[in-house]
């Protein structure tokens, strides 16, 4: 049996949960907001690698690893723009604890790592499990409120997130999860109903934010209505 891992050694620890002295322990990394790391991994790291893995198998629903459609540049252009869009937002709200340079540095190494073809990350395992990925405090919708409350652009983002309504990757075995089968449900009861029951949006205090997931949603399924009827994929 072989076993890979990657080269990352780091451990971000809570440095007010220690009593005594922190030990100096080679890639010990002590945060006092730790609250800004959790959400730094949320809404970067996690947002990137499903946005990477709906976006890829809208554009190539025939590729099976995440490295295979981050070889096109109109994934690859695409998933760091949502980062670089997420990770304004977080600079906003953690000014004390994040730089600019930092934060584009911390994407370019995340996309590196999502590259790597010896992970062997599939699209379907990326993606699946549509319900708790759009759910309110999750990757996509979380770092939406927080724009929203520190009044910053988040287009990107819910564009990216309008793609994970088309997200229809299988295992090996062809098979999807019951999860994302309950989101198909849903779904059949209309993109107003789903963005209400998942993505927990308030017809009347969130009416912007659906109007603008229903314009997304629109505009992709007609470009995907297109390319059907062009013999394209």
Do not use: W
Not at 47 to 65: I, K, N, Q, R, W
Not at 194 to 200: A, K, Q
Request: charged residues 25%.
């Amino acid at each position: 049996m072989i076993v890979f891992a990657e080269p990352n050694n780091t451990l971000i620890i809570d440095r007010k949960g220690f009593k005594s002295a922190i030990p100096g322990i080679k890639g010990l990394a002590p945060k006092d907001n730790i609250k800004a790391c959790v959400d730094r991994n949320a809404f970067i790291h996690n947002l990137g690698y499903a946005t990477a893995a709906y976006y890829g198998h809208f554009l190539h629903p025939d590729a099976v690893y995440l490295y295979e459609v981050l070889n096109y540049s109109e994934v690859l252009l695409f998933t760091r723009a949502v980062m670089l869009q997420s990770a304004a937002i977080l600079k906003a709200a953690y000014a004390g604890d994040f730089t600019k340079a930092d934060l584009e540095a911390h994407i370019d190494d995340l996309i590196y790592r999502f590259r790597n073809k010896a992970l062997g990350d599939t699209i379907f395992q990326v993606g699946q499990d549509l319900p708790r990925k759009l759910a309110p405090n999750d990757r996509f919708i979380g770092i939406i409120r927080l724009a929203q409350k520190q009044q910053k652009p988040y287009d990107k983002v819910l564009q990216a997130m309008a793609y994970a309504f088309f997200f229809r990757a299988t295992d090996e075995n062809r098979n999807r999860p019951a999860s994302d089968l309950l989101f198909d449900n849903y779904l059949s009861k209309g993109i107003e109903f789903t963005l209400r029951e998942v993505c927990r949006f308030d017809p009347e205090r969130d009416r912007q934010v659906t109007s603008r997931s229903r314009h997304y949603f629109d505009e992709i399924a007609g470009t995907r209505s297109f390319n059907s009827r062009s013999g394209q994929v």
